[in-house]
């Protein structure tokens, strides 16, 4: 779980939205290897995401993905892992436009890195957290088909 945030990183706001991810997963029985802050510098991202791709299923990213300027999750995905699941983003973004009309500007994506799914999720910790509940049921099996099953 990486909180992608300027302000987060800077002790400038207190992190809301990778907890709200955190216990969404924990609900699932899912385990959570390890959480992190990162600033909203592209670098920064991208590094901390191949950190976590060498040891974990499941990456999820919390913040970053709006039009902002300083938005650099999605292009920080996509320089790790260039094999994109568009299913993934466009459910979260379907699920959240029944609440809330501003979810189709979200720019989050879910990608490939190696055996590891990478999913972008929104900042705000209602959306993320709706976001996860939008795509739990998917996240098993695209865990089993990375690591070798056949998909029916």
């Known amino acids: 779980m990486i909180t992608v945030s300027d302000s987060v990183a800077a002790g400038k706001r207190e992190d809301a939205s990778g907890p709200a991810v955190v216990a969404v997963c924990r609900g699932l029985g899912w385990e959570i290897i390890s959480t992190q802050i990162v600033s909203d510098d592209l670098e920064a991202i991208r590094a901390a995401l191949l950190a976590e791709a060498e040891r974990v299923d499941v990456i999820f990213t919390t913040g970053g993905t709006g039009l902002g300027p300083r938005d650099n999750t999605p292009e920080a995905t996509l320089a790790v892992a260039p094999r994109q699941v568009p299913g993934i983003g466009e459910e979260m973004r379907r699920r959240g436009l029944e609440k809330i009309p ?22 705000s910790p ?14 098993p099996h695209a865990v089993h088909v990375l690591h070798g099953a056949r998909h029916d």
């Open 102 to 123: 501003t979810a189709v500007l979200s720019r989050a994506i879910a990608a490939i890195c190696g055996k590891a799914l990478i999913v972008n999720l929104p900042g």
């Open 126 to 139: 209602r959306g993320a957290a709706e976001s996860v509940d939008a795509i739990a049921h998917l996240i």
